[in-house]
T-cell receptor, first 114, second 117 residues
């Protein structure tokens, strides 16, 4: 297992377009998290899955955002009708549900909306 | 709501010296975890050190140690013998633990540490 993988690493899109990001977690981890990080700030929680169930969504996750984790494996995060304020690093992380192990983070997808 | 505060946006230290990064948090929970994560420039976030709230003994990982003061809700990170590779953003993070299951990580805004040769 090579850790948490995110694709693409960088995405530049025009305002109003839809974008989709993918995250492949560590296979043994049943939890998968999405965070957003803007320049000079700490990561902010967006949503998380336990297996295939989406258990919590932050109020930061507007109706334009949707996340899925079919079959409890990889996850996708889609942003519809992108806005300039969506420009950020989108981080994915995975963990066990109960272990005191912290999260393993991916390298992130940097989104720039022009 | 739980919050994490890092009061030092930027710090610098000379190579081989010791530096301490501050972190305070606010919670009404009794059972939780605390972490320090490191995010080098343009690289992924990695775990530096972790502490269980019910353990009074401060965690240590090689050159990294913490000073955990539960009553004061303080969790500082000490880096000894600083190295150039320690240059990074450091994030303090809080994680509640509910009935055997982890809650979400809540991060502070980070401290940018520069180690100077």
């Amino acid at each position: 297992d090579t850790g948490v993988s995110q694709d693409p690493r960088h995405k530049i899109t025009k305002r109003g377009q839809n974008v989709t990001f993918r995250c492949d977690p560590i296979s043994e981890h049943n939890r998968l998290y999405w965070y957003r990080q803007t320049l000079g700030q700490g990561p902010e929680f967006l949503t998380y899955f336990q297996n295939e169930a989406q258990l919590e969504k932050s109020r930061l996750l507007s109706d334009r955002f949707s996340a899925e984790r079919p079959k409890g494996s990889f996850s996708t995060l889609e942003i519809q009708r992108t806005e300039q304020g969506d420009s950020a690093m989108y981080l994915c992380a995975s963990s066990f549900e109960t272990a005191f192990s912290g999260y393993t983070f991916g390298s992130g997808t940097r989104l720039t909306v022009v | 709501a739980q919050t994490v505060t890092q009061s030092q946006p930027e710090m610098s230290v000379q190579e081989a010296e010791t530096v301490t990064l501050s972190c305070t948090y606010d919670t009404s929970e009794n059972n939780y975890y605390l972490f320090w994560y490191k995010q080098p420039p343009s690289r992924q976030m990695i775990l530096v050190i972790r502490q269980e709230a019910y353990k009074q003994q401060n965690a240590t990982e090689n050159r990294f140690s913490v000073n955990f003061q539960k009553a004061a809700k303080s969790f500082s990170l000490k880096i000894s013998d600083s190295q150039l590779g320690d240059t990074a953003m450091y994030f303090c993070a809080f994680q509640p633990f509910y009935g055997g299951s982890q809650g979400n990580l809540i991060f502070g805004k980070g401290t940018k540490l520069s180690v100077k040769p």
